[in-house]
């Protein structure tokens, strides 16, 4: 049976509450050194970008290993990551009580191959998904240009119409773009838990995630995701405006001067670093509370996708660990 949103909440609360720790280390590991290499990755660019006005010496190459090792965090430890979260979260749904580290350590060891190979299969989609919306972001353009160039044969715009004409084309590609990507990634919502909790791998984990968001009551799922989404970017969101303020501050007081490099990015030097502390800090926490808040919806599409199935006859197939 399916729960509502007041019965998802409290049962995400109370599966967080139970495995605070069990979630919490874990993520701090796998998001401090993401945070960690994308905040050098920045001091880098921003030294560099010092350093290019005074004509100093640029550090070339430093931002394509950091690059190379953010991939490499992601490809490999990620799936660790994801196995063992949802060892956890599977252990408390089953026994309702907090799930030991060394047990969901050796689930995750065990799953680690399924998670791989669905990772890389994520991998594979995104680059075909991004060839795609390429495409149909090139057609959008094209095709809300068309009429402008059809009048350019008249007569010849000047600089500022052609701007003007170039962004309002760009403007619906850009939505539509923004709004399939964002669906693409709302489709894979459920993958992280697939491989652990019904033996899963690479194409069928992948594509069952597709199966539950859609066939699972989709509009349900939409709700569930879309303010799990809202909650988390407006508490983030807050942070960013209340480190960053005085850098643009900065920005609209040198706006009308010859002001060097090292005068408008001097504050993000110190903002940087606490914003990536007090800011990943921030998500670490919300983390902790909503990777339980979407196993709930997850258990939710699945159910609800095994009682259709059932209404009409299906054999319904059954996972360790699965409702």
Avoid at 71 to 83: I, Q
Avoid at 135 to 164: C, G, H, K, M, R
Avoid at 228 to 235: C, E, H, K, S
Wanted: charged share 10%; net charge positive; hydrophobic share 55%.
């Amino acid at each position: 049976m399916t729960k509502s949103l007041s019965e998802v909440f409290s049962s995400a609360w109370s599966m967080a509450k139970k495995n605070f720790i069990a979630l919490f280390v874990p993520t701090v590991i796998y998001v401090g050194i993401l945070l960690l290499l994308y905040s050098i990755n920045a001091s880098c660019e921003m030294t560099n970008v010092i350093r290019l006005e005074q004509g100093g010496y640029v550090q070339q190459g430093v931002s394509v290993w950091i690059s190379l090792a953010m991939l490499a965090v992601s490809v490999f430890l990620a799936p660790l990551y994801s196995g063992f979260v949802t060892a956890v979260l599977r252990g408390t749904s089953v026994t309702g009580t907090p799930t030991p580290m060394r047990a969901a350590w050796s689930a995750a060891r065990a799953n680690y191959m399924k998670y791989l190979l669905t990772t890389l299969t994520q991998i594979l989609f995104a680059f075909v998904f991004a060839m795609v919306i390429a495409i149909i972001a090139v057609a959008v353009f094209f095709a809300s240009v068309f009429q402008n160039l059809t009048a350019w044969s008249v007569y010849s715009p000047d600089a500022w119409e052609t701007l003007a004409m170039l962004f309002s084309a760009m403007l619906p590609a850009i939505i539509v773009t923004a709004v399939l990507g964002w669906l693409y990634q709302f489709s894979q919502t459920f993958v992280s838990f697939i491989p652990g909790m019904e033996q899963k791998q690479g194409f069928r984990a992948f594509f069952s995630s597709f199966r539950y968001i859609y066939r699972g009551n989709f509009l349900k799922n939409l709700g569930h995701i879309l303010l799990a989404g809202v909650i988390q970017f407006v508490i983030v969101g807050l942070i960013a405006v209340i480190f960053f303020l005085p850098f643009f501050m900065n920005i609209g007081m040198n706006l009308d001067s010859f002001a060097t490099a090292e005068q408008v990015l001097s504050p993000l030097m110190w903002e940087l670093p606490l914003f990536m502390l007090v800011g990943g800090l921030a998500s670490i926490l919300l983390s902790v509370f909503f990777l339980p808040y979407y196993f709930e919806v997850y258990l939710n599409a699945k159910a609800e996708v095994g009682r259709k199935q059932a209404a009409k006859g299906a054999v319904i197939p059954q996972y360790p660990y699965g409702r």
